[in-house]
């Protein structure tokens, strides 16, 4: 098997799914209870918090235990929302958000916000002297995306977050998913407010995120209750997940340190695979991008059908994102960057990990060639 589709979800750490096992098992107790159960779990929960917040270089206080990505992006944008829509009713966005950014914000607009969008170039990138025009007294928030999950274009957060100083009522919420352990983002240099991560991106089990919500700055939950995770997000908490992802964080970040140079000798080496492919036109652009996705069109054939081409070699790969890829919508990015419908229909996602390996490339590019000249005879 050759998986390409990290960016849909990445395989668990072995040490991760162990940690996981012996949590759930042994220290089973609600971290609310009184008793020693409770009060071991409750340690456990505490101590991964802090050093979840020592190796993203935060505080402990800022970090929130979520159930994931979604989670943590509905909370950031409607908790903005509501906590201070006396103060505006104006957010801006970006066109090429992850659905759990872009659904909430037309949510908001159901009940009355106004949201602005803001448009990407051609290589899927925002300017930042655009979104300094379309911020307005009443702007409460301006969420934009780290790394794209389609193509992997990279957003220029660190200047963003500069502009945005100018504006201290205005909350900056950042959706880190995809760049965590692969695209460097200091929060604190950035200047941003809020920020989003998902354990199963980055090696750890589904069923655990986070939100970082700095030290100041204030949002109303989103899931009320017994007033777990700081008051802020009720439900008692996956102590299990949450030590698991604490240390696939740990791990995914010592991987970066070690291996970046593999997977950007591996991005390289499949974007000139792919380059040489007369049926393929390569999308992601070649600067600005981050290390592990590659996005490509095939020439006029439908990407599903190739997917499971592929796939009957063991060769996994997306069309798009997997949350798109299902109701067979043609990528939002790539036509928000300009490109053409029928273009953005036959694109594929190959999104890969430290774990790939150099050796798997020539195999599925064999198979990649293969695949398109039988579905070209079978089209023709
Ligand atoms: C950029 C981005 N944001 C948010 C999410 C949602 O994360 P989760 O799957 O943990 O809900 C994803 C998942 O694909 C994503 O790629």
Redesign the pocket.
């Known amino acids: 098997m050759i998986y390409l589709d990290n960016?849909?979800t990445t395989k668990p750490f072995p040490e991760v799914v162990e940690s996981f096992v012996t949590v759930a098992t042994k220290y089973f107790g609600n971290p609310s209870s009184l008793h020693e159960l409770g009060m071991k779990a409750e340690r456990l929960l505490e101590q991964s918090r802090e050093q979840t917040a020592a190796l993203l270089g935060v505080k402990t206080n800022e970090i929130i235990f979520t159930s994931?990505?979604?989670e943590a992006?509905n909370f950031a944008i409607k908790g903005v929302a509501l906590q201070y829509r006396r103060r505006g009713n104006h957010i801006i966005t970006t066109a090429i958000e992850?659905p759990?950014v872009a659904e909430p914000c037309k949510q908001l607009e159901e009940l009355g916000f106004e949201v602005t969008y803001l448009p990407v170039n051609e290589k899927g990138r925002v300017d930042v002297e655009e979104l300094a025009r379309m911020i307005r007294d009443d702007t409460i928030l301006v969420s934009v995306?780290h790394v794209n999950?389609e193509v992997g274009s990279i957003q220029p957060i660190e200047q963003i977050g500069q502009l945005l100083t100018r504006y201290p009522k205005t909350i900056f919420h950042v959706?880190h998913?995809?760049g965590i352990g692969k695209v460097p983002l200091d929060l604190k240099k950035a200047h941003v407010d809020l920020c989003?991560m998902?354990a199963?991106?980055f090696h750890g089990l589904r069923g655990a995120?986070i939100l970082y919500v700095r030290d100041g700055v204030r949002i109303s939950p989103l899931l009320a209750g017994g007033g777990q995770e700081l008051q802020l997000r009720s439900g008692t908490e996956n102590v299990a997940a949450i030590v698991a992802m604490t240390k696939a964080l740990r791990l995914s970040l010592e991987a970066y340190k070690r291996k970046l140079p593999h997977l950007l000798a591996m991005k390289e080496r499949w974007m000139n695979e792919l380059n040489e492919i007369a049926d393929i036109q390569l999308n992601t652009p070649s600067d600005c991008s981050a290390p592990h996705i590659i996005n490509f069109s095939l020439n006029g054939l439908k990407s599903e059908v190739f997917v499971h081409e592929l796939a009957k070699q063991q060769i996994f790969v997306s069309t798009t994102?997997?949350?798109s890829s299902k109701r067979r919508a043609p990528s939002k990015t790539l036509l928000a960057m300009g490109m053409e419908s029928k273009k953005a229909e036959s694109a594929i996602r190959i999104s890969l990990s430290y774990e790939n390996t150099m050796e798997e490339i020539s195999v599925a590019v064999r198979s990649i060639k293969q695949a398109l000249k039988k579905l070209k005879e079978v089209t023709r």
């Open positions: 960016s849909a994931g990505g979604t992006n992850h759990s995306m999950n959706d998913v995809q989003t998902s199963h991106k995120g994102s997997a949350c």
